[in-house]
């Protein structure tokens, strides 16, 4: 008997956080329609139960909807032109899930929309371990209608789905959000080890603060610190997690959109200066919680 299945997907983009997400969308039922450059993660999406094509177009053939994941603003907007408008049905639901600048996300959206599509920006937070295990949290801009055609696909990858608003304000919920996570995590690291270097054990400035005013994700969620507090990718020598490149990249770009704002950033600023510095001294294979190691 042939299998029926909810909706015909294409997924453009299986790295880290694609694969994952690609896998959840064929345990919720889905025709997962899969391409990536790369052979191995291929591989690994069809081992996942998605039908593997060799080019973006053929996977957006047939698709009623597609979700994109990649690296940045530019090479969205080469897929979405060549290997999507044009090719995938038309009237399809777009969903691009990358974390790319404001301004091409509206660009990308308003092109989408002229060819008769409906497209909503999607970025995700959460990292690798929220992607294989559809935790994710969406921040979406679009459309009311295009939000609520794309709600059902995002809920099978994670656990929170909230339409931040028009187009480009799921992209501007995600770098402010993640400029506030740089912060407090900076400010998280230079606590521990200020109290540590005045003599208080870590453990007890855990405890405290973790049930006081200076309650924050970073601390409470995430220590940065070995054997203090929660498990984290501090316990396993700082991998895994949210690689210090991707914050510098989410950094980049609150930077880029508070300069088009007028916004004044100086916390941001600095966090941006201090995670810059951290890649640069060949940190691009540590979660961006060790930024600890330089107190």
């Known amino acids: 008997m042939e299998r029926k299945y909810h909706m015909k997907i294409a997924f453009i983009g299986l790295g880290n956080m694609g694969g994952g997400m690609a896998a959840n969308l064929v345990k919720a039922g889905h025709e997962v329609r899969a391409f990536d450059l790369s052979e191995d993660a291929l591989a690994a999406a069809k081992e996942a139960g998605c039908g593997t094509f060799g ?33 995938a049905p038309e009237g399809a639901i777009m969903l691009d899930c990358s974390t790319i600048d404001v301004a091409t996300a ?36 679009g459309t009311e209608e295009a939000f609520k055609r ?20 799921g992209q501007t919920a995600k770098i402010c959000n993640n400029m506030l996570l740089a912060i407090t995590m900076i400010g ?26 200076g309650y924050n994700w970073s601390l409470n969620a995430y220590t940065p610190l070995p054997g203090v507090g929660v498990e984290s990718p501090a ?31 100086p916390l941001g600023s600095r966090a ?24």
Request: negative net charge; proline residues 3%.
């Open 235 to 265: 316990d396993n020598g700082y991998a895994g997690g949210f690689a210090t490149p991707l914050m510098v990249k989410d950094l980049r770009l609150a930077m880029e959109a508070a300069e088009t704002a007028d916004a004044a950033v």
């Open 272 to 295: 941006a200066s201090l995670y810059e510095d951290f890649l640069g001294a060949g940190n691009e294979a540590l979660d961006f919680s060790a930024i600890i190691k330089t107190y």
């Open 150 to 169: 794309a709600e059902p696909i995002l809920n099978a990858m994670g656990k929170a789905v909230i339409h931040a608003g028009d187009a480009g304000a």
């Open 106 to 141: 509206r660009e990308v959206i308003e092109v989408t929309e002229a060819h008769n599509y409906q497209m909503v920006d999607a970025p995700v937070s959460g990292g690798i371990a929220a992607a294989n295990g559809g935790t994710l949290t969406f921040m979406v801009g």
């Open 55 to 87: 080019t973006a177009k053929e996977a957006c053939a047939e698709a009623e909807a597609v979700v994109s994941m990649l690296p940045n603003g530019a090479i969205v907007k080469q897929v979405y032109w060549d290997d999507v408008i044009g090719h």
């Open 188 to 213: 998280t690291a230079e606590a521990m080890k200020m109290a540590e270097k005045l003599g208080l054990d870590p453990q007890k400035f855990y405890e405290i603060s973790s049930q006081s005013s």
